[in-house]
């Protein structure tokens, strides 16, 4: 199994860009969960689906940010338009189903906003 | 809501030196717990997990962790380490669905 896939793996862009995360999860899987990192605020939810449907985006910091999940193989987490404060590392995890709580994590992307 | 606390924010070691990493979780219900790794640069590796029956884990790398209910803890192990060991370490709980990390332990791992 290849993994949790994620696109771009480094991305770096101005004040006021947009700028899109991908995710392709694990095949099979019915979650997906999206996750950001930084050092003041350490490993924060953002938003998960299930079954492709949004569950819980409390995690969302602003309108700025928003998430799709079109198809059961693909999601995306855009930022419009981003700020420096964005500046973090974005992981993308999936879990089989509800119930079975393990959650694998793809590598992450690296974002900066200058 | 639950919790994850990590009170040793770096551990440095010897290499070949026995490790233990400390972990207290609030859940007012029986906890899914987790260990996860992360090397510099790269995702979060899953080390090993509780969900009921025997205490004692075991996971990859040779590592372990025992739950302690009374104590809340869920403290990972490791008998002997080595430089490759060198990463931070998460332990997370599950409730309503969501992870909740810790704020992770950075270690080191000196010659």
């Known amino acids: 199994d290849a993994g949790v896939i994620q696109s771009p793996r480094h991305e770096v862009t101005e004040m006021g860009q947009e700028v899109t995360l991908r995710c392709k999860p694990i095949?099979?899987?019915?979650?997906l969960f999206w996750y950001r990192q930084t050092m003041m605020r350490g490993l924060e939810l953002l938003i998960y689906?299930?079954?492709?449907?949004?569950?819980?985006d409390s995690g969302m910091p602003e309108d700025r940010f928003s998430a799709k999940m079109p198809n059961a193989s693909f999601s995306t987490l855009k930022i419009q338009p981003s700020e420096p404060r964005d500046s973090a590392v974005y992981f993308c995890?999936?879990?089989?189903?509800?119930?079975?709580?393990?959650?694998?994590f793809g590598p992450g992307t690296r974002l900066l906003v200058l | 809501a639950q919790s994850v606390t990590q009170p040793d924010i770096h551990i440095t070691v010897s290499e070949g030196a026995s490790l233990e990493l400390r972990c207290n979780y609030s859940?007012?219900?029986?906890?899914?717990l987790f260990w996860y790794v992360q090397s510099p640069g790269q995702g979060l590796q899953l080390l090993l997990k509780?969900?009921?029956?025997?205490?004692l884990v075991q996971g990859i790398k040779g590592f372990e962790a025992e739950f302690k209910r009374s104590q809340s803890s869920f403290n990972l192990r490791k008998p002997s380490v080595h430089w490759s060991d060198a990463a931070e370490y998460f332990c997370?709980?599950?409730?309503?669905?969501?992870?909740?990390f810790g704020t992770g332990t950075r270690l080191t791992i000196i010659p």
């Open positions: 995890a999936s879990r089989l189903t509800s119930g079975q709580e393990t959650q694998y």
């Open positions: 095949s099979g899987h019915n979650s």
């Open positions: 689906f299930n079954n492709n449907v949004p569950i819980d």
């Open positions: 859940y007012g219900a029986t906890p899914y």
């Open positions: 509780y969900f009921s029956g025997d205490t």
């Open positions: 997370a709980v599950v409730g309503n669905e969501k992870l909740t």
